[in-house]
């Protein structure tokens, strides 16, 4: 009699453990960006110190993609582009700190109309409710505008988790990694000693003392004090790294890993003093500006501990997400699903495109032309990076970098690879013609104002 009672015991168990697998359908969703976040400094991506163990355990267990870049080296458009699927030309937002259009339709938008409970933490303190980045969600911790830490974000997270019924999708965006670097005091000193200089110029840029322009761009430090700034970023990275350990242990906790579908990315990098370029982003689209990170988990959907080297960008995220989720969008997106290259039936570079921010400094004398028309804009393909500078006399200058070769970009050999800028300056002319199109027109109120100052984008 126990026996007859087993079998259909065991069998029910089967069933349920094998449903899950075999389907991405209800599956929950949990993504993860982190600011400020360049790809080389992080040691899933091979960088020397330990910064990221807990998104290299979560690498073994999905896919990476060693070669993915962000649309906009500025947190307002990259975001959007991640959840729109669209050039920032497209969803019409350009710069800090304006709101994304209501006209477009986000992934979170996508995910409630399929039935999915949507939620969003958010710790930067420009992403309120008001910069409509909410549209979509349910519910939308923005603080009321206060900055929070990885820690605190992790706690929200990990009881949403607890709290919500599936199918869910929860966005998170974590800001620690931004300039001013200030990991907590556990962490201050992981990668190097304490360094006084740093307190003193946060202090000073505080005061009005010392211009954050003349830090971004007419830099005298020391080489030993730009590494003591390093080594806080390093430590901030760390610092996020564990919030992403704390949430992974709540799904895990509440059993449901194989239940949920993981991503994690940043909304751009930041330049640690190449170029002369020192603690910043959205300028000029330099490869510590839009290198990123792009870890995907699905268990059973996705293999297991594989590396993707062909080029991807941003906007293939959405298109991807919902492939995997099985969700159906009659929407125009620019993006790609991922999903071709994750199975092996397609090898090729995606075209990745992007633009920079409006610059906010006078001290930037390397961007002749301010406004719209100033923007750099680039494309990669592969191997090969081809930058548009427009200049002064309303002309541009097209500078080709080979990444491979070049990872700094500090040759231009377009004159020696004057083929390849044959080959990809048609793709790029159009692009460069669609962003040039005038956008959506906002003006700056006077707390935007204060927010850019105290964010250190303006003096």
């Known amino acids: 009699m126990r026996k007859a009672w087993l079998i259909p015991v065991l069998l029910l168990t089967l069933m349920i453990r094998c449903h899950w697998p075999v389907s991405g359908k209800s599956r929950n969703l949990l993504l993860v960006t982190f600011e400020t976040t360049r790809a080389d400094h992080l040691s899933t991506y091979g960088y020397s110190r330990l910064t990221s163990p807990n998104l290299t355990k979560l690498a073994d267990r999905g896919v990476l993609f060693e070669n993915a870049y962000s649309n906009s080296p500025r947190t307002h458009p990259s975001l959007a582009s991640i959840l729109t699927s669209l050039y920032p030309y497209e969803h019409g937002l350009r710069t800090l700190p304006f709101p994304l259009p209501q006209k477009n339709l986000t992934l979170a938008d996508m995910l409630k109309q399929a039935g999915y409970n949507t939620a969003a933490v958010q710790t930067h303190p420009m992403l309120t409710i008001n910069s409509g980045f909410g549209k979509g969600f349910q519910f939308y911790d923005d603080s009321n505008g206060v900055q929070r830490r990885a820690n605190e974000a992790a706690s929200s997270v990990s009881k949403l988790i607890e709290e919500l019924k599936g199918p869910w999708f929860i966005w998170v965006h974590v800001f620690d990694p931004h300039f001013g670097y200030a990991p907590p005091a556990e962490y201050r000193t992981r990668f190097g000693p304490e360094d006084l200089r740093v307190p003193e110029l946060y202090n000073q840029l505080q005061s009005g003392q010392v211009k954050i322009g003349s830090v971004i761009f007419q830099n005298h430090m020391p080489p030993d004090e730009v590494q003591s700034f390093i080594n806080l970023y390093d430590a901030e990275l760390y610092f996020t790294d564990h919030g992403l350990g704390v949430m992974i242990d709540a799904l895990q906790k509440a059993d449901l890993m194989e239940k949920t579908v993981i991503a994690v990315t940043a909304d751009h990098g930041e330049s640690l003093g190449e170029h002369n370029y020192f603690f910043e982003h959205g300028d000029f689209g330099s490869q510590p500006e839009i290198h ?33 989720l099985q969700i159906s969008y009659k929407n125009h997106l620019s993006g790609k699903s991922l999903i071709p290259l994750i199975k092996g039936t397609e090898n090729q570079d995606r075209i990745c495109m992007g633009e920079t921010d409006e610059s906010f400094h006078q001290e930037n004398t390397r961007r002749e032309v301010r406004g719209l028309g100033g923007r750099w804009r680039w494309l990669v393909l592969g191997q090969y990076k081809l930058t548009d500078i427009p200049r002064a006399n309303g002309t541009s200058d097209r500078h080709l970098y080979d990444l491979k070769t070049d990872p700094q970009e500090a040759n231009d050999c377009s004159r020696t690879h004057s083929e390849i800028v044959r080959k990809m300056s048609p793709m790029l002319d159009i692009f460069v013609r669609e962003s040039l199109k005038p956008g959506e027109h906002y003006e700056l109120t006077d707390e935007d104002r204060e927010k850019l100052r105290s964010l250190g984008y303006t003096n």
Not at 302 to 323: C, F, M, Q
Request: net charge negative; hydrophobic share 50%.
């Open 292 to 324: 990123v990170p792009l870890v995907l988990y699905a268990q059973d959907l996705i293999p297991a501990g594989k590396r993707i080297h062909p080029t991807v960008s941003s906007i293939d995220v959405a298109p991807t997400l919902l492939e995997l």
